[in-house]
């Protein structure tokens, strides 16, 4: 469970970001665009990440 807590924290938000940035600047959007979704969905990501940690430490710790 360490691991994937790891994995979510430090690079699944970048991983996001730059495949979301990537994605969007092959369907013809702008590099400006792009990388602003790409950092938005890397921000939710990582949101994500912050609320199932929590919530599984709370479990365990009950």
């Known amino acids: 469970m ?3 807590q ?3 924290y430090l690079p699944a938000p970048f ?3 730059w495949l979301v940035a990537r994605w969007l600047q092959k369907r ?3 590099p400006n665009d792009s990388h602003a979704i790409g950092i938005a ?3 939710a990501t990582l ?5 199932f940690i929590a919530n599984t430490t709370e479990r365990l710790v009950q």
């Open 47 to 51: 949101t994500a990440a912050i609320v």
């Open 41 to 43: 969905c890397g921000v």
């Open 15 to 17: 991983i996001v970001w």
């Open 28 to 30: 013809g959007k702008t």
């Open 2 to 4: 360490v691991y994937l």
């Open 6 to 8: 790891i994995f979510l």
